[in-house]
C-alpha cells in the first residue's frame, strides 16, 4: 500500500480521530487542510442502509448545486426536428443524432452527459454497451430522457448532479470546488443531501444513512454527524 506523504500526513493531524464534526465546521477544517496546487472537488461520501441488489432499495437520482459544480459541463443532446435548434438555443455543446452516434460508436466520449428526446431512444439505445459503463447512458429515471430538453440542457450546465448507489451502497457525489466560499459548499452540501433523502426507496427499512464524510481531491476525509446532516434543509 503506498504511503501518503508529509502535506497529507499534516493534514491528517487537524482531523480529530473519532469524532463526528458538525457540517459547517468540516467545511472550515476542510478549506484548512488544502495544501494542493490546483483547485480539488470537494466531494461527499455517503454509507446507505439499503440492498442494492433489490430494485426496490436502489437509490438514485438528481441534486441541483445552488453555486454550481465549479467545472464546465460538456452536453450531448440527441435530438431531430425542432429540438435540435431547441437544445443548441439552450447552450448544448453536441446536438445531433445518427452522426452522433456513429461517432460514440467508433469510442468517442468527449462529453460529460448525454441528454435524449423519447422518440430517438430506439436508435440511441444500441449504445447502451458503449455509453452504460461509462454512466453516460441517457435514462428516465435521471431525467435525461426527456421532451424537456432546453430546461434540461440549462440545468445541468448549471449545476445538476445525478447520484447512483453502488454495488457496496455507498454514493459519491461531487459539491462543487474547494475554492468556493463556505456558503457556497454548504448550500451545495444542504442541496445533494436534502435530494438522497428524498431518493429514499420504499423498500429501504432501519436506518437509511448510516455515515457522511466530507472530502475533497487528495485529502483526508471528515466524518460529519449524520443528523446533523441529515437536518440541513435547503432555503428556498
Not at 480529530?16 to 459547517?24: D, F, W
Not at 472537488?41 to 442494492?52: A, Q, S
Request: net charge positive; no cysteine; hydrophobic share 45%.
Amino acid at each position: 500500500m503506498a504511503k501518503h506523504g508529509k502535506k497529507y500526513r499534516e493534514a491528517l493531524k487537524l482531523v480529530e480521530e473519532g469524532k463526528l464534526y458538525q457540517p459547517q465546521e468540516a467545511v472550515t477544517l476542510l478549506k484548512q487542510m488544502n495544501y494542493l496546487k490546483f483547485d480539488p472537488t470537494v466531494e461527499i461520501h455517503m454509507k446507505l442502509g439499503v440492498d442494492p441488489r433489490h430494485a426496490d432499495q436502489m437509490v438514485r437520482g438528481v441534486a441541483m448545486l445552488p453555486a454550481g459544480t465549479g467545472k464546465e459541463v460538456k452536453v450531448l443532446v440527441f435530438a431531430q426536428g425542432e429540438k435540435v435548434a431547441e437544445a443548441e438555443a439552450a447552450g448544448a455543446d453536441f446536438v445531433g443524432l445518427d452522426d452522433l452516434i456513429k461517432q460514440i460508436e467508433a469510442d468517442w466520449t468527449g462529453f460529460d452527459v448525454a441528454i435524449a428526446t423519447p422518440d430517438v431512444m430506439g436508435k440511441v439505445g444500441r449504445l447502451g454497451k458503449k455509453l452504460g459503463p461509462r454512466g453516460l447512458m441517457p435514462s428516465p429515471k435521471a431525467g435525461t430522457i426527456t421532451f424537456d430538453v432546453a430546461k434540461t440542457v440549462r440545468d445541468v450546465k448549471a449545476g445538476r448532479v445525478e447520484f447512483k448507489v453502488d454495488k457496496t451502497a455507498l454514493l459519491h457525489i461531487p459539491a462543487g470546488k474547494l475554492s468556493f466560499n463556505e456558503d457556497a459548499l454548504m448550500a451545495n452540501i444542504t442541496s445533494v443531501v436534502d435530494a438522497v433523502s428524498r431518493a429514499r426507496p420504499t423498500g429501504s427499512k432501519g436506518t437509511y444513512v448510516k455515515s457522511v464524510v466530507l472530502t475533497s481531491t487528495m485529502s483526508p476525509s471528515i466524518r460529519l454527524d449524520v443528523a446533523s446532516a441529515l437536518a440541513l434543509k435547503p432555503t428556498v
